[in-house]
């Protein structure tokens, strides 16, 4: 590190890392960090300024790796026995391993403000992060001939996160044996996915990593309401949501445009401080996201499970008569075409306050 008259301050490092459930080739990696820092509040021109006790000016940037969740041997060609071969035990290529098999890798960027005023009555922080995660491991498809249908496990996709990150506070209240200090705090986080393997989609139901998307967009058949004129279910048979289909087998998987990952979250704290006691309330909230609800056919099944699972109440809202309008089909014992099956149906906002901790 060095630090020149506390104005000044640059830090930096570097490592090399090596472990063995990577690919005999690319065992070792290097990795770095640098990091800068301008104490504004430090210089003449800013010191005369009583009402500013704090002013930072920060950034930084590096790359560190992953070995988390890589198998023991996933980089060795292995085999596996208990085989049956007509009849006679035997063994077979179990893995065709990867001897470049090697680190997951993020490289961070951030660049902060930090600030306090009036003695410190109003202070707060403002972050900016971009970072990218490359070589991140998935299994890469191979030819059926070459007797492993499972594919190779291999370093092909990027990730890219940025976003912003802003806290402020204050003590609005500050006496001889009292004090209130709040705080408010907001991230917004996007993430997208840089690249993959042959630019070729990946399911990770019910996800489907593309290039392009948000890495947690759903990837289901869309829900297109019920039918007035009979109650029948209906879906929108493509991605373009032009035609619709009472028939289920009919319609196709789409990205949906809804991601499980919040846009928006935070907290506003409130800390009180009455002589030696002190009280805390945190509120955490949660916005722009959409949760898959996995019950959500058992319990709203339109009479597939009468019987053999309680209904929610929105089951009382099914379609009755012509012209009715709603978001449940026509209930008949033991199902209406298949309008319990998995789709967007089921999707809900996932927004969200509560109070987190006291």
Request: hydrophobic share 30%; net charge positive.
């Given at each position: 590190?060095?630090?020149?008259?506390?104005?000044?301050?640059?830090?930096?490092?570097?490592?090399?890392?090596?472990?063995?459930?990577?690919?005999?080739?690319?065992?070792?990696?290097?990795?770095?960090?640098?990091g800068?820092?301008?104490?504004?509040?430090?210089?003449?021109?800013?010191?005369?300024?009583?009402w500013?006790?704090?002013?930072k000016?920060?950034?930084?940037?590096g790359?560190?790796?992953?070995?988390?969740g890589f198998?023991?041997?996933?980089?060795?060609a292995?085999?596996?026995?208990?085989?049956?071969?007509?009849?006679?035990?035997?063994?077979?290529?179990?893995?065709?391993?990867?001897?470049?098999?090697?680190?997951?890798?993020n490289?961070p960027?951030?660049?902060?403000?930090?600030?306090?005023?009036?003695?410190?009555?109003?202070?707060?922080?403002?972050?900016?992060?971009?970072?990218v995660t490359?070589?991140?491991?998935a299994?890469?498809?191979?030819?059926?001939?070459?007797?492993?249908?499972?594919?190779?496990?291999?370093?092909?996709?990027?990730v890219?996160?940025?976003?912003?990150?802003?806290t402020l506070?204050?003590?609005?209240?500050?006496?001889?044996?009292?004090?209130?200090?709040?705080?408010?705090n907001?991230?917004?986080n996007?993430?997208?996915?840089?690249?993959?393997?042959?630019?070729?989609?990946?399911?990770?139901?019910?996800?489907?990593?593309?290039?392009g998307?948000?890495?947690?967009?759903?990837?289901?058949?869309?829900?297109?309401?019920?039918?007035?004129s009979?109650?029948?279910?209906?879906?929108?048979?493509?991605?373009?949501?032009?035609?619709?289909?009472?028939?289920?087998s009919a319609?196709q998987?789409?990205?949906?445009?809804?991601?499980?990952?919040?846009?928006?979250?935070?907290?506003?704290?409130?800390?009180?401080?009455?002589?030696?006691?002190?009280l805390?309330?945190?509120?955490?909230?949660?916005?722009?996201?959409y949760?898959?609800?996995?019950?959500?056919?058992?319990?709203?099944?339109?009479?597939?499970?009468?019987?053999?699972?309680?209904?929610?109440?929105?089951?009382?809202?099914?379609?009755?008569?012509?012209?009715?309008?709603?978001?449940?089909?026509?209930?008949i014992?033991?199902?209406?075409?298949?309008?319990?099956?998995?789709?967007?149906?089921?999707i809900?906002?996932?927004?969200?306050?509560?109070?987190?901790?006291?």
């Amino acid at each position: 590190d060095i630090n020149f008259k506390n104005k000044y301050v640059l830090s930096g490092s570097f490592r090399r890392d090596g472990s063995s459930v990577f690919g005999v080739n690319n065992r070792y990696g290097n990795f770095f960090s640098v990091g800068a820092t301008w104490n504004i509040n430090e210089e003449d021109f800013i010191k005369n300024i009583t009402w500013i006790n704090l002013l930072k000016l920060r950034a930084s940037y590096g790359s560190n790796g992953n070995s988390l969740g890589f198998g023991n041997y996933q980089a060795l060609a292995t085999y596996g026995y208990g085989y049956n071969y007509t009849g006679i035990p035997g063994s077979a290529p179990s893995n065709i391993g990867n001897p470049n098999l090697t680190w997951e890798k993020n490289k961070p960027f951030d660049v902060g403000v930090d600030f306090s005023v009036f003695k410190d009555r109003l202070f707060g922080t403002i972050d900016y992060y971009n970072r990218v995660t490359s070589d991140l491991l998935a299994n890469t498809t191979l030819s059926p001939t070459s007797g492993f249908p499972g594919g190779q496990l291999s370093n092909v996709g990027s990730v890219k996160n940025e976003g912003i990150e802003i806290t402020l506070g204050g003590k609005p209240v500050v006496t001889k044996n009292f004090s209130w200090t709040v705080s408010f705090n907001f991230a917004h986080n996007k993430n997208r996915v840089e690249s993959l393997f042959q630019n070729k989609s990946i399911s990770s139901s019910p996800f489907y990593y593309t290039v392009g998307h948000d890495l947690q967009e759903f990837y289901l058949r869309q829900w297109a309401g019920v039918d007035p004129s009979n109650g029948d279910p209906n879906w929108y048979t493509d991605a373009t949501k032009k035609t619709k289909t009472n028939n289920y087998s009919a319609t196709q998987l789409a990205l949906t445009g809804y991601s499980a990952a919040p846009k928006y979250y935070g907290s506003l704290n409130n800390t009180f401080v009455y002589k030696n006691f002190s009280l805390d309330a945190q509120l955490f909230y949660n916005y722009g996201n959409y949760l898959f609800d996995q019950w959500g056919a058992y319990l709203n099944s339109d009479g597939a499970y009468y019987g053999a699972f309680n209904q929610l109440n929105t089951q009382l809202k099914a379609w009755k008569n012509p012209g009715d309008v709603t978001n449940v089909p026509k209930i008949i014992y033991g199902g209406n075409k298949n309008g319990f099956r998995t789709s967007t149906r089921y999707i809900y906002k996932g927004d969200y306050v509560r109070l987190r901790n006291i």
